[in-house]
């Protein structure tokens, strides 16, 4: 039987998440975790356009500045649980301590679902654009679903052994390609501005507001989504070289990094587009037909390869972060306990990984093969990503001044800024949930169908393996071993 982990020692013998390398990552590589989880280059290169879409240039603009102020809410209310928790499960084990187990395990599925979703997402993304580039150099007049198929099997194959081969060298090469990726999609911004501004697009008619209400709370919605993934890194506490001062910076400053590169990248595709034809804007990579449209076949080639890395590093970053709450729960014993083990040369959870890869690769493929479009396939895996995302940020924002108080660091600040920022994440989510309806989009219900489940496993495992749901909350626990080597500690 596990021990509860409300009843522990004041200092361990060993770490409940033992096997896995500790106090390692130095503040890079854990911040590539984060930036690359967000994958900024590619979000920048897809998600305005969305936003444009529906309420044009200015109202794009807005929403964006407005997701920003969301997630940067998000991330104060997650900061101090960070400076106090090497949490491997990261929000789900935040809620564990702050809401209870029977809160924490439809969290933890919620987690799942984003960071299983996005990596799907992520994969679908490097297999389409990837295989893109034979046509916008003229090598192929379309893209068969079997060229997407067989790049992402590759891809997934690279990005499994990669992972299961270490967290440093799957930090190193994640914080490479996303380094290249932005410096590949910033220039083409760039040039893209410089350009158009030399044309004289419409500055003033792309910058344009559309839609009302309600489709600038959906498109603030739309917008959060290219901010998901920034609370990564916190499931990389525990392997972090100083988890209490890295993770919490991460956290505030991976939210700002974005939002300053989305900021730029939103006005210039604003403006380039105004006067693109209908076939362009509509098309499933906008950036990219226009480039083609244009005939600047080698930058549009070069843009498929930056957003394509830009989402390889997406899924490295995401399948880092779902193998670690599923690792976490195989521990706990709410998850098959092989999840929970770890390989004895690299210590990293291979077979979380290899589970979690199998699930992330099928899917899409499944998908592919079943009919769906990649640009639809990509939309339905961003939207389950971002239900997945939001419902961990509103458990982990309930919990931060509970488990403050819990501790006897209780501010009222902490209580003003929990309930604001999980106010205003409700209202959000509410205005979706509408919208969808009304839409006719089966997502929602999708997500719905999901977290009832966890709902009735957390009741089964409430009946029937109590001792189970207790164990839910480890971390990684100050051990002997930690303390300074002096015979009173020995």
Excluded at 188 to 211: D, N
Excluded at 460 to 483: C, F, K, N
């Amino acid at each position: 039987m596990t021990t509860s982990p409300h009843k522990r020692a004041l200092v361990a013998a060993q770490s409940p998440v033992q096997g896995l390398p500790r106090r390692q990552l130095p503040f890079i590589p854990v911040f590539a975790q984060s930036v690359a989880a967000v994958a900024p280059s590619g979000a920048a290169a897809v998600i305005p356009v969305l936003v444009i879409g529906t309420a044009g240039g200015g109202g794009a603009l807005a929403a964006f500045v407005c997701a920003a102020v969301v997630i940067l809410l998000v991330s104060a209310c997650l900061r101090p649980m960070a400076q106090r928790m090497a949490s491997v499960g990261g929000i789900y084990s935040y809620t564990a301590r702050g809401l209870g187990p029977t809160a924490a395990v439809p969290t933890g599925w919620s987690a799942i679902v984003g960071y299983a979703t996005v990596g799907m997402a992520g994969l679908l993304a490097v297999g389409t654009y990837l295989s893109h580039i034979a046509v916008t150099t003229g090598l192929a007049r379309g893209t068969p679903t079997g060229a997407i198929v067989a790049v992402t099997v590759v891809a997934a194959v690279v990005a499994t052994l990669v992972m299961i081969r270490g967290i440093r060298i799957s930090a190193r090469i994640t914080l490479l390609v996303e380094c290249v990726s932005i410096g590949l999609v910033g220039a083409l911004l760039i040039l893209l501005l410089v350009t158009t501004t030399r044309t004289g697009a419409p500055v003033a008619a792309a910058m344009s507001w559309e839609g009302n209400a309600q489709s600038m709370a959906l498109s603030v919605v739309v917008a959060v989504s290219a901010f998901v993934g920034f609370e990564s890194s916190t499931t990389l506490s525990g392997e972090a070289r100083h988890p209490f001062l890295s993770v919490p910076r991460v956290i505030r400053w991976t939210p700002v990094a974005a939002a300053a590169l989305y900021l730029i990248a939103l006005p210039v595709q604003a403006i380039a587009l105004a006067n693109a034809p209908d076939s362009v804007r509509e098309s499933a990579t906008p950036l990219v037909a226009l480039l083609v449209s244009e005939g600047s076949t080698g930058l549009s080639a070069i843009l498929d390869l930056g957003i394509a890395a830009s989402f390889f590093a997406c899924t490295l970053a995401s399948v880092n972060a779902l193998v670690r709450v599923l690792f976490c729960m195989g521990r706990e014993g709410v998850a098959p306990s092989a999840l929970g083990h770890t390989h004895p040369r690299f210590q990293t959870p291979a077979p979380a990984i290899a589970a979690s890869m199998v699930a992330v690769t099928a899917v899409p493929i499944a998908a592919l093969l079943a009919g769906v479009s990649p640009d639809q396939g990509l939309r339905i895996f961003l939207t389950l990503s971002a239900c997945g995302y939001i419902g961990s940020y509103l458990a982990g924002c309930l919990s931060a001044p509970i488990l403050l108080r819990r501790i006897g660091e209780s501010t009222p600040a902490v209580w003003v800024l929990g309930t604001v920022t999980t106010v205003i994440l409700l209202f959000l989510v509410v205005n979706a949930v509408v919208f969808a309806i009304q839409d006719g989009i089966v997502l929602i219900a999708v997500y719905a169908v999901i977290m009832a489940a966890a709902v009735l496993y957390t009741l089964a495992l409430r009946r029937l393996a109590p001792h189970r749901l207790a164990s839910v909350g480890i971390y990684d626990e100050t051990q002997r071993t930690d303390l300074l080597p002096t015979a009173a500690f020995r």
